[in-house]
């Protein structure tokens, strides 16, 4: 098993991932997402990231930057998005994938990482429900239930709600 960082060289395996992720009305755009957040050039740094086995690409997650609107001295990222192929769904490459891009980011000194999906699955790493009200995404959610964050870092996140913006691949109303 090997975490890389994903390049336009990678463009079909990663679409070949997500058509066995996702349904097909939702591959396309997962795929574009991911091809979108490898074309921008972030400070910090956007991340996307494939977990391979045995050279296949079998996941595929991007990492993006959030700035806050705020004065708050917190960073962080949003996981976006995430896919095994269903092959190998239910084997804990997910986890992998999650846990070793959330070491990357710890090891840059982020703060928290932000998530918009099913409770019950992203529960299973830590990320929190409760936590995720105090951060405030750009669009209006269409399952608020489903936003989350995770602290990944010691930092005293502020009770009050913060706003933030994120990459220009995630600033359209269709992936909230």
């Known amino acids: 098993m090997l ?7 990678d463009v079909g ?3 070949d991932v ?33 977990l391979r086995v045995d050279d296949r690409l079998i996941a595929v997650m991007g ?17 976006a998005p995430l896919a095994v192929h269903a092959e190998f769904q239910g084997r804990g490459y997910a986890r992998q994938l999650i846990e070793g891009g959330i070491q990357q980011l710890k090891h840059q000194g982020v703060d928290i990482v ?21 951060f405030s995404p750009p669009y209006a959610l269409e399952f608020p239930w489903g936003w989350h964050a ?3 870092s010691d930092i005293e996140v502020p009770l009050e709600s913060l706003r933030f913006q994120c990459v220009s691949a995630l600033s359209d109303p269709i992936y909230w």
């Open 63 to 79: 990492l993006s930057p959030i700035e806050f609107v705020s004065e708050a001295a917190i960073s962080g990222y949003i996981l």
């Open 18 to 50: 997500f058509s066995h992720a996702f349904s097909p009305e939702e591959a396309p755009l997962m795929d574009k997402l991911t091809r979108d957040l490898m074309e921008i050039q972030s400070t910090p740094e956007t991340l996307c990231l494939g």
């Open 3 to 9: 975490i890389d960082t994903l390049s336009i060289a």
């Open 114 to 134: 932000c998530v918009y999906g099913d409770p019950d699955f992203y529960g299973r790493f830590e990320f929190d429900v409760s936590l995720g009200a105090r």
């Open 13 to 15: 395996a990663i679409s």
């Open 150 to 152: 995770r602290k990944i």
